[in-house]
Nanobody, 123 residues
């Protein structure tokens, strides 16, 4: 069982930066692939980024490549999402998720989810 708590969301102007954190409970955190997803009002939840259990491999949605960076610190049971050059279309609730099976883009591959943190980017 893994419990996830996101933090770091807020209101930022376009072009600004935010760093999201996701703190995980459980001694097996280091064995899980971790992902970030987001959901804007009226839209489906979409993949943002994911990282392998070791941190050695990452995946990104095309819409955030070059702007967002996912990382993890297994000693702190925490995964991060550094978001730079933010755009109004990045506005959404951001969720972190844990997968015992990999670090892919499909939400169905993730067994555990946090409660989400709101990110709002003003133009």
């Amino acid at each position: 069982q893994v419990q996830l708590v996101e933090s770091g969301g807020g209101l930022v102007q376009a072009g600004g930066s935010l760093r999201l954190s996701c703190a995980a409970s459980g001694r097996t955190f280091s064995s899980y692939g971790m992902g970030w997803f987001r959901q804007a009002p009226g839209k489906e939840r979409e993949f943002v980024a994911a990282i392998r259990w070791s941190g050695g491999s990452t995946n990104y949605a095309d819409s955030v490549k070059g702007r967002f960076t996912i990382s993890r610190d297994n000693a702190k049971n925490t995964v991060y999402l550094q978001m730079n050059s933010l755009k109004p279309e990045d506005t959404a609730v951001y969720y972190c998720a844990a997968s015992p099976w990999g670090y892919g883009w499909a939400p169905q591959a993730y067994a555990y989810w946090g409660q989400g943190t709101q990110v709002t980017v003003s133009s």
